[in-house]
């Protein structure tokens, strides 16, 4: 349902609150073709509202040549930024940088990090970012659970479909996703909250049966069937199963890339403001699936890069591919049962 501009300015008022905006910050609004006019606009009057210098920087799209989909996080690597050493200028010298293209998983977007910068990605619809504006208890309970991902020396996922995956963990750090950038130099995505890490690199063994309603992403679509993934030694060695299985596969034979099999971030979701039926009521060029990504109690796994957490691997292949009905371990202890946080992420022993 669409919001009034009323509604979305008042959203973006509370995220640029919990963001630390201050007056006389300077915030630009990164854009491009596929930016939504009405997010663009609100985010404007609500950073102007609050006493921000505000810019726009648009940039002309780049992959249409080289990506199969329109999903702004399925071809990964080159943004617009690359090599536009004039629109990571103005970037860096912006307090805030409010992403509505996808610059996630970039080179360009570590870079500016780096120089303090604070990027907030929003490109769900604008009813959907109304839905799930963020709050500090949703901070709280991501900053616990990445506490235990932290703590942890590996990660165990099993579910009655058949997974069963360990993953040791201590070479990367815990991501938490909350929907505001509270820190200077810190990256987050509204809408979110949950919580992930990337596996120690080549250290992933086991089975993943992604089951029947679970989700892949970018293809926005719940399985019809099982699709049985061997992994070993961090690659995704077999994909098997029937026609769901094939065209995965061959979807990610088109990138002609190795590095596209591996497992990239694992973690679980946080969000009870997130609808494992919501993908079912977009069609697929309206929204890039954030309710799966962050749906409680879901284990989320993807396949490709690990630049993003420090590692060396990019690809643009990029899959996202959250289940249900998880149990989730850390070092033996659960943090999701069968697709239900445990205690806010504060889990029990087996
Ligand atoms: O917010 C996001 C979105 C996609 C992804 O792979 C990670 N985090």
Redesign the pocket.
């Known amino acids: 349902m669409a919001v009034s501009d009323y509604q979305l300015i008042e959203a973006w008022q509370e995220v640029l609150r919990l963001s630390k905006l201050q007056a006389g910050q300077t915030v630009t609004l990164l854009t491009s073709s596929t930016t939504h006019p009405q997010t663009m606009q609100c985010a404007q009057i609500a950073a102007q509202s609050m006493g921000a210098i505000v810019n726009r920087l648009d940039l002309l799209p780049v992959n249409a040549e080289k990506a199969l989909s329109r999903d702004s996080?399925a071809y990964l690597g080159t943004t617009p930024l690359t090599g536009n050493e004039a629109a990571i200028a103005a970037l860096k010298a912006s307090d805030l940088v409010l992403d509505l293209m996808t610059l996630?998983f970039s080179p360009e977007q570590i870079d500016i990090l780096k120089s303090g910068t604070k990027i907030l990605?929003a490109v769900e619809p604008p009813e959907i970012l109304v839905r799930t504006v963020p709050t500090e208890a949703d901070r709280a309970r991501v900053t616990a659970a990445a506490a235990l991902i932290k703590a942890a020396k590996e990660m165990s996922i099993t579910s009655p479909a058949g997974t069963n995956l360990r993953c040791p963990l201590g070479e990367f750090p815990a991501i938490r996703?909350y929907g505001f950038v509270d820190d200077p130099g810190r990256w987050d995505?509204w809408p979110?909250g949950f919580v992930?890490t990337w596996p120690n690199e080549l250290g992933t063994n086991g089975t993943i049966v992604i089951d029947k309603g679970d989700i892949l992403l970018p293809q926005k679509k719940y399985s019809t069937e099982q699709i049985i993934l061997t992994v070993e030694n961090g690659y995704a060695t077999k994909i098997e199963g029937g026609i769901e299985a094939e065209l995965l596969d061959e979807y990610m034979k088109t990138f002609n890339d190795p590095e596209g099999y591996a497992i990239s971030?694992i973690g679980w979701g946080l969000q009870p403001r997130a609808h494992w039926s919501t993908l079912g009521l977009y069609s697929r060029e309206n929204t890039i699936g954030m309710d799966a990504?962050a749906f409680e109690g879901n284990f989320l796994f993807?396949l490709g890069p690990n630049n993003e957490a420090g590692g060396n691997r990019t690809t643009a292949c990029?899959i996202?591919i959250p289940l249900r009905h998880c149990t989730v371990s850390l070092d033996g202890r659960a943090v999701v049962r069968d697709g239900k946080v445990l205690d806010g992420g504060v889990g029990e022993y087996e």
């Open positions: 996080l996630l990605l996703e995505h979110s992930l971030h990504r993807s990029h996202d």
